[in-house]
């Protein structure tokens, strides 16, 4: 039996039951938050195997010559096709990151990374199911219509809640959405592998890193201890203050590789803090998925952290 990894199950039990009992408290404060952003969220439309008109668009070489519409054609120069609306539902895959690192909470902060990422999840998936889309839970559940999806989820996230930063993507298919609310403090490889398997499965993604405010503005000074949550490796810094400017510009460094691995595949990249209102995120979530137009990097204004610290 390996003994490093046997003797983790301790920590990773507590987690699980902390999860666990957490759930139903942070399912009522996500539906208090999914009220507040329901106004105007509703289903998406776009071209498909529909009977309603949706648009003209010209005409691509190759197509078979039955979908030309010959009388609109015929007013210019140009062939056209006539789309149709398709206004069946969309499969939309949710995954909050319940890893270690997510357990982190300041002073700064009413509730940790984890929770946040959980409410958060479950206010989407009760905004979306209301709105008649299909919800799953990566790697967890099969993608349901029902109106009462977020307490499915929340009820599989009781019995599970080990802490993997990112699932297995088999099960997503061409044209789903994928929404991962995490703190993206994977190593970057790791993360830029998932993101491009999921995107070669023909998935379109939006990835909602979730930090602390002081992980944004590190305000530490003077004699401080940093233990890593993941690996249990302690360091400690003889004056804190300054380790700042470096931690900051590494920080950026790695939301600019982020921004590089997203944008070409036009997904979206959301920056949220834990001290700014759970409803920022869903709005700027509700934008994406309902607009064509992908591949946006969104940072939520927060307050002055730094003023707060000292």
């Known amino acids: 039996m390996d003994a490093p990894a ?4 301790p920590a990773i039990l507590r987690d699980s039951r902390t999860v666990a009992a957490s759930l139903p408290d ?40 039955q979908r030309v ?7 210019d120069d140009h062939l056209y096709v006539r789309e149709l609306e ?8 949710l995954w909050a990151d319940l890893s270690p690192s997510m357990a982190f909470r300041s002073n700064l902060a009413p509730g940790s990374k984890r929770d946040r990422a959980l409410v958060l999840l479950l206010a989407l998936a009760d905004l979306l199911a209301a709105s008649g889309e299909r919800i799953g839970l990566l790697d967890l559940t099969r993608p349901t219509a ?23 993507t088999a099960a997503v298919k ?7 609310f995490a703190d993206l403090l994977d190593p970057i490889d790791v993360l830029e592998d998932w993101v491009r398997k999921l995107a070669a499965n023909g998935a379109r993604g939006h990835l909602v890193q979730i930090l602390d405010p002081v992980e944004e503005t590190f305000p530490f000074a003077g004699r401080t201890e940093f233990l890593d949550p993941e690996s249990g490796l ?7 203050e300054t380790w700042r400017q470096a931690y900051i510009d590494r920080l950026a460094a790695r939301r600019e590789r982020l921004a590089r691995i997203v944008d070409p595949l036009g997904w979206t990249l959301i920056i949220h803090h834990t001290d700014r209102p759970a409803a920022e ?13 992908h591949g946006h990097v969104v940072l939520m204004n927060r307050s002055d952290t730094a003023e707060a610290a000292r």
Do not use: C, M, N
Request: charged share 25%; net charge positive; proline share 7%.
């Open 234 to 240: 302690r360091v400690v810094a003889g004056r804190a």
């Open 146 to 168: 029902s109106r009462g999806a977020a307490e499915h989820i929340a009820t599989t996230l009781s019995h599970f809640a080990e802490p993997i930063a990112l699932p297995k």
């Open 6 to 9: 046997d003797a983790h199950w």
């Open 281 to 293: 995120p869903l709005l700027a979530l509700h934008h994406r998925l309902t607009e064509s137009d």
């Open 69 to 75: 519409d010959w009388r609109r054609s015929a007013r």
């Open 174 to 180: 061409r044209f789903s959405d994928v929404v991962l």
């Open 86 to 93: 398709w206004e069946a539902a969309h499969t939309v895959w």
């Open 26 to 65: 942070l399912l009522v404060e996500a539906r208090r938050i999914a009220v507040t952003v329901a106004a105007g969220w509703h289903g998406r439309r776009q071209p498909g195997p529909g009977e309603t008109f949706w648009q003209f668009r010209p005409f691509v070489p190759g197509e078979p010559a």
